[in-house]
């Protein structure tokens, strides 16, 4: 608007991060955190999260969107014992 212009000056663009956790469904523990650009895509980050959690622990079930419906992450999941409960995404085959 004008008046915030004329106020605070032209602004650019506003730029925002995503923030992706890993939690523990079991006693709601964040166990891994990651932060992402907005135009970053969110699967490459989830190998970096199952590697924040220490080897020696079972990584169970990883529940996650669409999004992250790549060979890679579910290599991830598999690679630490887990089970991955990941939908197809949108315009993926089943």
Same mark, same amino acid.
């Given at each position: $608007?004008?008046?915030?212009?004329?106020?605070?000056? @032209?602004? /650019?663009?506003?730029?925002?991060?995503? @923030?992706?956790?890993?939690?523990? +469904?079991? *006693?709601?523990?964040?166990?891994?955190?990651?932060? *992402? &650009? /907005?135009? !970053?895509? %969110? /699967? &490459?980050?989830? &190998?970096?999260?199952?590697?924040?959690? =220490? !080897? %020696? !622990?079972?990584? #169970? *079930? @990883? +529940?996650? %969107? #669409?999004?992250? %419906? +790549?060979?890679?992450?579910?290599?991830?999941?598999?690679?630490? #014992?887990? +089970?991955?409960?990941? =939908?197809?995404?949108? $315009?993926?085959?089943?």
């Amino acid at each position: $608007n004008k008046w915030q212009a004329r106020k605070h000056g @032209v602004q /650019s663009r506003r730029q925002w991060r995503k @923030v992706h956790l890993a939690m523990d +469904t079991a *006693t709601s523990d964040i166990r891994a955190v990651a932060f *992402t &650009p /907005s135009r !970053e895509g %969110d /699967s &490459p980050v989830l &190998p970096d999260l199952l590697g924040q959690i =220490p !080897e %020696d !622990e079972d990584i #169970g *079930t @990883v +529940t996650a %969107d #669409g999004a992250y %419906d +790549t060979r890679r992450c579910l290599s991830a999941v598999i690679a630490r #014992g887990g +089970t991955a409960i990941i =939908p197809v995404r949108r $315009n993926g085959r089943a």
